[in-house]
């Protein structure tokens, strides 16, 4: 359908620079060619430059999600792993068929509070961490630096920190990979760099991992191999972008709050909402407009709706609207 | 053509609009003398107008607002049954879905909330699968469909063919409900249409490949090979810990508490007293308890034979909980109730819950 108001993917509605799209168009007029791996080369450079990393440390990817399964793969045999509850359902769903032992931590209403002391009651043995900082779906901070230090102070333990969305958040760990061998950092270029169609993503290893991934080479697509190091080279107009986007979420939140809904804070370009109505996403659907109904995977209730461009969140804000007001007559 | 029952109660919901919780007992007096506005006409036509297969049923339904004054409008061939007094009580439901019972209905569709599905659940028990279409103030049991709409497709489902499955009826205090305490016990289990992601607590994604039936197999799986011989084990209500029992070709006590010790049944439908005794004989002990769905509740509700007396003897760390995926990650926590508040904060904390042979959740009790 070509009018479907798209907010169930935590996609950029914006599109990236012409100077990044003409890249990847480059990219197509080479089409029956691989890409150079000197240019793959650069795009490791121009990514641990924007990271602050040093490039040895940087894993490409076509997004951040293989990465992740690979992680879980190569680890999980002779360690028990250990997520939360709820989180990037790929990953869980991966580990729940890989992993010979998952530990699922209950992330609870209404402050989603990660308790530390489970982390290390739960790492007497070889584990393997996951976390996605903010996490999906409820765009909280899970844990800081302190809380990650004491996790990574065992040795027994790989953290690894999905940061899909650090660049709403501010809050990053990759400076630390360098201290920390057995800390990696997962990142994207799908979400605020508005490059979902490009599916890149990467690793910031520590030493722990970088054997593991000696062999996992990812020939990128050339489209997305330029779309992305045009983007990289200059990642000035994802900051306005990413202000744009806050500034929707605020606006947003407020409205659907004035309208009874309870709205959770959020780091992210998405929000977690509370509604009473167990067919919400199914309303919202009927009026053209996609939101992640969680109720599935999680606790009864709960949608996840990603902000779009100002145009499209006012014709979401109307439909919960009409929603609600034809759900309370009926009660 | 399926013959196929509808039953509606007239007067569940109608506390809502106005701030009382539920309309059981004289509660509904008050509501209509509020102003309260009966809802279950409007979920009752939402259901009829979205079934599909109509075409496909032969309707029984009751006179007047208990079925028949909402299907005339609909092109759906119907047939009366039984008659009902202006003023519906529980007794006439009961006996108008016995009246359709002897008729030879296969589904019985019924609108109404947790009170409605614990009389249909007394005259239906497991005799015919039912569709469960929520119209309350609040419904926890997890028998219901999420809609009045996911309910049509639970009819068509049925229609077109489908297994079936167990679901929960809980038996919800309302008068504590109104005082904001959430006090409920498993009351039953009534067979739905196994329409998972259309059913309240049942509502498990597809992609996630196991059904509950499936996932309650192989916790029991798990659990038996897991079990030792030399430990007694006390096993408390629901189709989980049934599904324990029928691994080991056991019979169970659906909602008891019941014992095994070295592959035998040594306790069954035990009370405070059996248990104590159970406890003085063996050295090794173990409760197997599942969580009720929608509220969490391990002990205090349902299982008042784990008394505190028996749990303290016992120990927290003897405690097994196990429950399916679906139900344990819909959770916000695990409560706990047992009227001894020392045993409750003993209780509370973090426990983990197995949710599958290689899989286990952190879940916080609460008190
Ligand atoms: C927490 C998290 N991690 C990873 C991803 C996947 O990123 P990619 O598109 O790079 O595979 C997402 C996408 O929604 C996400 O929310």
Known sequence: MLNEIKLNMNEMPYLPPREVIEAAQKGLSNLNRYANPRDLELLRGLLAAYSGVSKKNIILSTGSDPLLREIIHVFSRRRKVIMVNPSFFPTVQCAKEFVTKLIKIQLRPPEFNLDADIITSETNEPSLVIIDNPNNPTGKILIDREMAKTILDNKNTLLVVDEAYHEFSGVTFADMVEEHSNLSVVRTLDKAFGLAGARIGYLIAGEDFLDAFSTFYAFLPQSSLYSAMEAVKDPSYIKKNIKLTIKERERVGKKLKEMGLQVYPSTTNFLLIKSNIPSVARELKDKGILVLDLSNQWLPDYIRVSLGTLKENNIFLSSMKEILRICNKGE | ???????????????????????????????????????????????????????????????????????????????????????????????????????????????????????????????????????????????????????????????????????????????????????????????????????????????????????????????????????????????????????????????????????????????????????????????????????GFIFGRGSKQFTPEVIRLVGRGNIIIVGAYGKVSKLDCLRVDTGDFEIDKLLSGHIKVIVGKKEEMVMEVRC
């Open chain 2, 1 to 295: 053509m399926k013959k196929i029952g509808l039953i509606v109660n007239p007067i569940a919901g109608m506390g809502g609009s106005v701030g009382l919780k539920g309309t059981d007992g004289g509660i509904y007096k008050k509501a209509l003398k509020l102003g309260a506005k009966t809802v279950t006409p409007k979920r009752t036509k939402e259901l009829l107008s979205y079934i599909k297969n109509r075409n496909e049923i032969n309707l029984v339904v009751a006179p007047g607002k208990m079925g028949e004054a909402y299907v005339r409008e609909f092109n759906i061939a119907f047939k009366l049954i039984g008659q009902v007094p202006e003023e519906t009580s529980a007794e006439d439901t009961r006996r108008i879905i016995g009246e359709m019972l002897n008729g030879g209905i296969e589904l019985l569709v019924f609108v109404g909330g947790d009170g409605t599905a614990r009389d249909v659940y007394d005259a239906v028990g497991s005799k015919i699968p039912v569709v469960a279409v929520p119209s309350g103030v609040k419904v926890f049991s997890s028998v219901f469909a999420v809609s009045a709409r996911a309910a049509a497709e639970i009819v068509d489902a049925f229609i077109e063919g489908t297994n079936l499955t167990e679901e929960e009826v809980l038996d919800i205090d309302e008068n504590a409900f109104r005082d904001n305490r959430l006090a409920s016990k498993l009351y039953g289990y009534l067979m739905v249409p196994n329409v998972k992601k259309l059913l309240q607590a049942g509502k498990e994604a597809s992609s996630m490949g196991k059904s509950s039936v499936d996932s309650k197999g192989e916790i029991a799986r798990y659990i038996v090979e897991n079990m030792d011989k030399e430990t007694l084990c006390l096993l408390g209500p629901g189709t989980t810990l049934k599904a324990i029992t029928d691994d080991m070709g056991l019979p169970k006590t659906l909602l008891g508490v019941d014992a095994v010790y070295n592959n035998r049944l040594v306790g069954k439908d035990l009370n405070e007293k059996g248990i104590l005794r159970l406890l003085k004989k063996y050295k090794s002990k173990k409760i197997i308890v599942t969580p009720i769905g929608g509220n």
